[in-house]
């Protein structure tokens, strides 16, 4: 049951990556028209900017679940590589837990002012797209993050304390 829920959850993980690289192909495609656009006829495209930022919302949080259960977040090595294995799996479990506790501090606050941006009825200055819909990505990315860091940290304790079992 295990088994089938982390791989579950990682389809879903790499399922988002993919949309973030969707997003970055998307807005990639968005600012070249723009540019091609205002040079060749002296017009450019309606609400670059805002299916821009959208997109860099998407890009910055939709990987992050696949990040942490990948263990690919960026680190320095300096002090991890004079440790044994064990220690620094016990050092990568203490960065993960402090990952997703950051991150749980970050998902109220978004859904607080998410849920504000819906009830007062807030959309982008160019073509009004609802400002809550940019609190989704973040919400999505951040939020099952949290869950990717704790298995991350879950297998960095078992690691450290020798098991040869795997979360």
Request: hydrophobic share 60%; aromatic share 10%; no cysteine.
């Amino acid at each position: 049951m295990r088994e089938l829920l982390q791989r579950w959850f990682g389809l879903l993980a790499l399922g988002l990556a993919m949309l973030g690289g969707v997003a970055t192909f998307a807005a990639t495609l968005l600012a070249v028209f723009d540019v091609v656009t205002r040079r060749a006829f002296g017009w450019g495209m309606l609400g670059v900017v805002d299916l821009t930022q959208l997109s860099v919302l998407a890009i910055a949080f939709l990987p992050l679940p696949l990040v942490f259960l990948r263990d690919a977040n960026v680190a320095v090595d300096l002090l991890t590589s004079k440790l044994g294995r064990r220690s620094e799996a016990g050092l990568r479990a203490a960065a993960a837990v402090a990952g997703a506790l950051l991150l749980a501090v970050l998902v109220p606050y978004g859904l607080r002012h998410g849920w504000r941006s819906f009830e007062y009825g807030d959309a982008s200055q160019n073509i009004g797209i609802p400002l809550f819909v940019y609190w989704i990505p973040l919400l999505a990315g951040a939020g099952l993050s949290i869950i990717a860091a704790l298995i991350v940290a879950w297998r960095g304790v078992q690691r450290s304390l020798g098991s040869s079992g795997d979360a």
